[in-house]
Every structure is written in C-alpha cells, then in structure tokens.
C-alpha cells in the first residue's frame, strides 16, 4: 500500500500527516522553528515515529503552508488555501464553506463537491482575526491558548475591545485586568472581539452549505460558538481528526491524487 | 531586455544622466494624462515620476498622514531624500485626490527639506468628463501648459514642431502595438515582466532611443522560442503599478504569464494613434483625455468593461488579477465592480490589496497569487 505525507509548516505551528489508504497513520504537530526547514526536518521524524515508518517509506511529500518552499523533503508545493479546501473536504464531506485561522492570517473560502476552491478571501488589514492575537493576548493573561478557550462559557458581561488592532487590544487588556476585571470576562472579550474580525471575512464569501472551521483557533470553542451567533449558522464539528491538521491531510491528499496520476503510482 | 530592465528599476538611470550631461533639461511629470509629446517639442526630457527605491516613509507619512496611498508618499519620500534632484521641473496632476495632494504636501516638505522643490514646480489640472466643456477645458490647459513651458525654459514649442513629436510617439505606439499581438499569441513568447519592463521604459527614456531599442527588442521576440511548459494566462488590472517585482512574483517559479493589462503604466492605451493632421492641440487633447478611460472618469464605467473584455477575449486570459494599493478609492472600488461583472461571465478574479513598491507585502500577496493559479487550474 502506498503511503503519502503532507506537511505543512505555518507561521506558529508546523504539522505533517502521514497517510495509507486514506487513513492517517501517523501525525505530529510542533512550534514552529526560525527556519521552515527544521521545523519540517523535525515534525516529520516526530510523525514517522508515531506511525512507526522511516522516510523511505513515503512514496511522496506534499508541502504547504508559509515555509512551503524551505521543506527539503517534498516533491510539490500547494498554497495553504488549497490544502485546507482539500483537507476540510476529507474531514466533512458535506463541506462548502471553510473558515481557516491561521497563525499569521485568516480565510474564508466556499469548495465545491471535491474540496477544490472556488472562491476565497484573506485578511488584508492587519494580525487581528489571527491566531497571533489570541497568542498575544493570553501571553498577557497568563494562561494557554486552550484555556483562553474556555474561559467564554463561565462569563456574564463580556468586556468589549474598543481596537482591532493587536497592540492597543493589548494595552486595553492590561487595562481591564488592573481594573480587576474577572478574567472569564475578559477572555470572552477577547475571543468575541476575534469572532467579529473572522465573522467580516465569513460574510464576504457569503457562506453557503455546511460550514466547518479549520486551523488551530477550531478548537477555541469561545470563538467558535461567538462566530456562530454572528453569522446565524452553525459551525459543523468533525471528530475524524484535528481540524489544526486541516491542511497537512490536504497536503498529504495532494499527494495522492499526484501519484495516482503516474502510471503505476498509485495503490 | 536588460536595457529596459536597467531602465526601469533606478529613478535615474544612465539614459537620464547622460541627457543631463550633454546640458539638456528633464521634467518630471505624475499621470498618464500628461502628453509628453509638448516636452519632447520643447527638447526636454519628460520623465514619468515613480517612487521606486524607496526603503522608508518618515517624509512621505509626515505630509500625507498614514491613511493615504503610498504611490504620492512614496514619491514625496524620494523627494524628500533628493533622489529626483536631476530634475529642472515637476508637473503635478491631479490623477486623484492623493496625487492632487502631492502639491501641496512637496511644496509644504520644501520648507522643512531645502532644494527639493524646483523652480518651475507647475500643476496641470485634467477634467474628469471628456465632453464638449471638459475637452475645451483641457485644450485650453495644454496650450496656457506650453506658454509657461516656453516662459521657463526660453524654448519655442511650434506646431511642426509638435506634429513632429507626435509622429514619434506613433512609432512607438505601433511597435507596442505588435507587442500586444505577439503576447496575446497561444504559444506566448515573451513574460508579462519583459513586456511591463519595456512599457514603462516609454516613459523614462528619450523617446529616439526607446524606440530604437524597442525595434531591437521586437526583432529577437520574433525570432525566439515560446515560453517553456503549459502556462496560466493572466491579465493584471487596477491602481497605478510601475513595480517590475510585482509581475516577477506572479511569473518567477509559477505557471502563469501575464499576458494582458490594463495599468496606467502600461499598455492601456497603446496602439491608439494620434493623427498628425490638423490642430496637434486639439489632437493630444482629444487622445488623451477622451481615450484614456481610467476610473478617475466620471460615466466611463461600459468602457472601460469593454476594454477588459475585448483584451480577455484578445489574449484567452484565464484569469485577472485586480490589484490596487490600501485606500486608492478609485480602483478599490471599482475592482469590486469588475469582479462582479467580470466573475459572471465565468472569468476568475483575484482582489489584491497591497502597499506600493517596496513596501508591498510579498509572502502574504505570493500565497494569494499562488492559490488563485491553483484555483484556475
């Protein structure tokens, strides 16, 4: 059976997702590194172990992502966007509308019935609606992403973040917390204030069918609970594998199809 | 096409500087709405003004403020920092609001900055409608434009004279003109990037030796070989662009060509003659303000549609990219129209918001070009 691998290094995180016959077999997830290469050299040995297999074993490596072109081991490259289209389809057949957060930027984007793109938008402003913002913000607090996360359900009275920008949702931050603010308050400001951001991009594209979230912000159900009462729809959940893989499986799918396109390539 | 290439990617480049050496005059001018023909008339040098090589912003943010677009700051920065010293005359336009403002932003800079105002500092106003009173308008500010040429510069702009530029200019048109066929062909021989290259280079080079070199330049595009592997056909539109970098990351290491544009550095309107019969005036105007459609004017919009169609259909354009730099209004909100229209029909499009130059954002506008070639394929 052949095995294929996609890898994505992003700007916070770097993934690989090594698949066989459709399953995944193994997978990894690291901080990213100064160089995409290392980070690439290092999450794939880190998924290799997990699937108990050695780099000979991979018939083909698609890579994606912001170090995309740094990877040392992939045959092809393909955008992040693609790869989340394709990998959210692999997640959620019925899928047709994709909101991916990204470490340095976010997208909106509608697939078709085969997890191809049709139309996408991405954050042209700033870092707010990134996964950097909810970094930044509870770097100040002085919890874990996850944490932050749920910090929305135990809140009555949401502070609200004037600014969109970072910097000054930071100092607003700081502000609230000398002001002894209860931080379940804040932190659902917080993630109600990136909800917003994301919900004008999710509007820009128009959402149409069953819409799933990709991108390691997925698992901020804060966030994706807000994003839900602003766009009116529900966000669907899949179970299937981590929606922060979204674009590795994509990758790795990529792959695939590449191979099944050389004669004697595929399985 | 390294003569256009060097010509292109320096604010003063050594055809300039030679002009200057032998003691002639060079003006710099900021739209598309200027007919260089009146300078070239006058023997001076009419330099198209760019803010290229720009690698900071403390004096084009100090005048203008940040919400503003870069292409005026960006020229106001080179100002600033002496880089257009060469020059012995600037004409200001006001192509927009932002360009308009550069007026009076260089003339306020020149009170803190010494010397980077020059003497002849002019504004050369442009009707945003081409009918009866608006072309009478413009008529009249061409010929009060070569009365204060002709008071500065002690030179005598007569109409053989201009009759003259014009045929000059046409050379030039109707070798562009043949570079438009050659790109629009299936098996595309030239990249976008060369093409943009030698359109811009229009605009900086004394016209004898572009034209020369263009011929040149023509000669061995016949001759070559289509450009490798199967290619993704693209047509750039939008707000000012005269960045060489920009078609570099469309084309270098992807599958696409930019085979078709609509920038008011390029090939807009190329290919459009002048007739050297009659009143040369009344013929620049005419060309320039009425075949000039740019979103800058008012109840054009049928046309310039129909200028993108005719250009999709002309070159088997796959895609379009409408590109336009953070608050230009005129072609931010016109983009949004053309996508509209244009995605109707079944044409992807692209929206890229970005800075100018050298201050434009390449990771982040690399992964949307890249995506968008996916998505077409």
Known sequence: MTIVA??????????????????IVGSAIIKS?????????????AALDTAGLNMDDIARCTGTGYGREKISFVRDIRSEISCHGKGARWLLPSVRTIIDIGGQDCKAM??????????????DKCASGTGRFLEVMAGVLGISIEELGMFSTGSNAPVTL???????????????INSGVPFADIGAGINGAMAKRVAILANTVKPEGDILMTGGVAKNTGVVNTLEKL????????????????????????SMEKLKNIPGGGE | MHFFYDAVTRIENHAITRWKQSGKKVVGYTCSYVPPEIFHAAGILPVRLRGIETDGMEIGDAYFGPFICSFPKCLLQQAGKGEFSFLDGVLIIPGCDAMRRLDECWRKAGEDHQGIVP????????????????????????????????????????????RESIREYNRGRRLLKTVETLRAEKNVRVSGTDVFSATIAGTVLPREEYTRQLEKWLEDL????????EKKRLMVIGSIADEIDLFQLIENGTDAVVVAENLCFGVRYEGNEIPVNGDPILSLARHYLETSVCPRM?????????LLREKIERAGVEGVILQNIRFCDLHGSENGLFQRDLEAEGIPCLRLEREYGPLKETGRIKLRIDAFLEQIA
């Open chain 1, 6 to 23: 996609g890898c994505d290094v992003g700007s916070l995180t770097s993934k690989v997702v090594i698949m066989k016959s459709g399953r």
């Open chain 1, 33 to 45: 590194r100064p160089k995409p290469k290392e980070s690439a050299e290092v999450v794939m040995q």
């Open chain 1, 110 to 123: 509608k697939v078709d019935g085969d997890g191809r793109v049709i139309h996408f938008v991405a954050n």
């Open chain 1, 162 to 176: 004037a600014s969109t920008c970072t910097v000054w949702a930071q100092a607003d931050v700081i502000k609230f």
């Open chain 1, 231 to 254: 766009l009116g729809r529900k966000i669907k959940k899949t179970r299937k594998a981590d929606p922060q893989m979204a674009g590795a499986i994509g990758a790795a799918l990529f």
């Open chain 2, 119 to 162: 003497t002849w500092f002019e504004y050369f106003d442009v009707p945003h409608k081409s009918e009866v009173h608006g072309m009478n308008w413009f008529v009249q500010e061409i010929r009060n434009l070569i009365e204060r040429i002709e008071r500065q510069f002690g030179v005598s702009v007569t109409g053989t004279a201009l």
């Open chain 2, 222 to 229: 016949s001759g070559r070989d289509p450009l490798e592997g």
């Open chain 2, 298 to 306: 008012f109840g054009k919009y049928k046309q310039r549609l129909a």
